[in-house]
């Protein structure tokens, strides 16, 4: 294993691009030594790395791996923490988002959503929690505030996000009190790439129902995950709906 660094090493998933890279890029900025995973996006993870990299020698560096995987898991957690000789975050980021809407819901969608957005977080929580033990650290979730109020046509990804919510609680009692885990529910930040769920009178029907009128950013949510990794010693078992106020209105 690698000498243990001065700075808390984080892993964040689905790191390479989006609001997965802008968390990287917060939690580093704030002194941590960060683990870029990525599965597919292996350039923009190594682009990203290289530009963290240049600001902080050593300081950051690319994790390949499958989260579908399940006996990989494991190795990655292994590997995430020999890379700085220490683990002292976990960010479960990394996630499936796609209509299945019934009467289309098939065995193969309910593996990939459940999988990537309840499944891999589990396990990846278990692999980490004796070094975050050990490190006295913490585990954030990416949820969704449609884990409690469900997105129509959307049936399986509210379900694995209402399972991650119900995880954080639960990992919140089992890994306490060394290990603090809470959860970030983002509300309209960024729209799906393909845009195809969404159409812009969509988009605009969601702004103008948020309380703010306007949708959030990265930096909305990369903030509210560095303030419950450094900055909230005595909370755990809590998720913060960073919604624009969306949540009082859904």
């Known amino acids: 294993m690698t000498t243990p660094s001065s700075s808390p090493a984080i892993l964040v998933t689905g790191a390479a691009k989006r609001v997965g890279a802008v ?25 990203l790395v290289k530009a963290l990299n240049a600001q902080r020698a050593h300081s950051a560096t690319v ?8 006996n990989a898991l494991k190795g990655l957690i292994d590997h995430a923490a020999s890379e700085f000789g220490r683990l002292d975050g976990l960010v479960n980021n990394a996630s499936a988002f796609f209509a299945t809407p019934v009467g289309g819901i098939d065995e193969d969608s309910w593996h990939e959503l459940i999988d990537s957005n309840l499944k891999a977080p589990l396990f990846l929580a278990q692999a980490a929690a004796p070094y975050l033990r050990k490190s006295r650290g913490s585990i954030v979730n990416i949820i969704d505030i449609h884990a ?24 919140a009692l089992e890994l306490g009190p060394e290990v603090r885990v809470n959860g970030v529910s983002p509300g309209a930040i960024l729209w799906p790439e393909a845009g195809n769920d969404f159409p812009e009178a969509e988009q605009e029907r969601i702004a103008s129902q948020t309380p703010l009128k306007r949708i ?5 949510i990369a903030r509210a995950v560095k303030y419950l990794m450094f900055d909230a010693p005595f909370v755990s078992g809590q998720i913060l709906a960073v919604d624009g106020g969306r949540s009082l209105v859904v």
């Open 63 to 70: 994790l390949q791996g499958d989260l579908l995987a399940y």
């Open 23 to 47: 968390i990287a890029r917060t939690l580093h900025a704030a002194g941590a030594n960060v683990i870029v995973h990525c599965n597919r996006s292996r350039a923009d993870a190594e682009k």
């Open 148 to 171: 409690e109020r469900p997105l129509k046509n959307f049936v399986v990804y509210t379900v694995a996000k209402a399972g991650l919510a119900g995880l954080t609680r639960s990992l």
């Open 216 to 220: 959030g950013g990265p930096d909305d």
